[in-house]
């Protein structure tokens, strides 16, 4: 028999979130540097981006516009598959997914 995939609410209720200033301050960024959405969401600025162009540790990977498959995998899937996928070549996972 195959595996029921869970819905997005059961994976999202076992989840455990932290904080984005924590997110971010592992990755080298201040709260200065975040335009905080409350506790767990920020958005960064055009500066701060540009601010690490020629910073030789990390990559920025924008997934946007993607039509969501019939089982319901969009850009939220691809972004958390990417990010495991980059874990697993490096121990550090430091995603803000």
């Given at each position: 028999?195959?595996?029921?995939?869970?819905?997005?609410?059961?994976?999202?209720?076992?989840?455990?979130?932290?904080?984005?200033?924590?997110?971010?301050?592992k990755?080298?960024?201040?709260?200065?540097?975040?335009?905080?959405?409350?506790?767990?969401?920020?958005?960064?600025?055009?500066?701060?981006?540009h601010?690490?162009?020629?910073?030789?540790?990390?990559?920025?990977?924008?997934?946007?516009?993607?039509?969501?498959?019939?089982?319901?995998?969009?850009?939220?899937?691809?972004?958390?598959?990417?990010?495991?996928?980059?874990?697993?070549?490096?121990?550090?996972?430091?995603?803000?997914?």
């Amino acid at each position: 028999m195959a595996n029921k995939v869970k819905s997005d609410i059961e994976i999202a209720s076992v989840a455990e979130i932290k904080p984005i200033t924590e997110v971010a301050e592992k990755i080298g960024l201040s709260v200065e540097e975040l335009e905080l959405f409350g506790k767990y969401k920020a958005k960064l600025s055009y500066d701060t981006i540009h601010s690490l162009v020629n910073k030789e540790d990390g990559k920025l990977v924008l997934v946007t516009a993607i039509n969501p498959t019939p089982a319901g995998e969009g850009k939220s899937t691809v972004t958390v598959g990417l990010g495991d996928a980059l874990a697993k070549r490096k121990k550090n996972d430091d995603r803000a997914s």
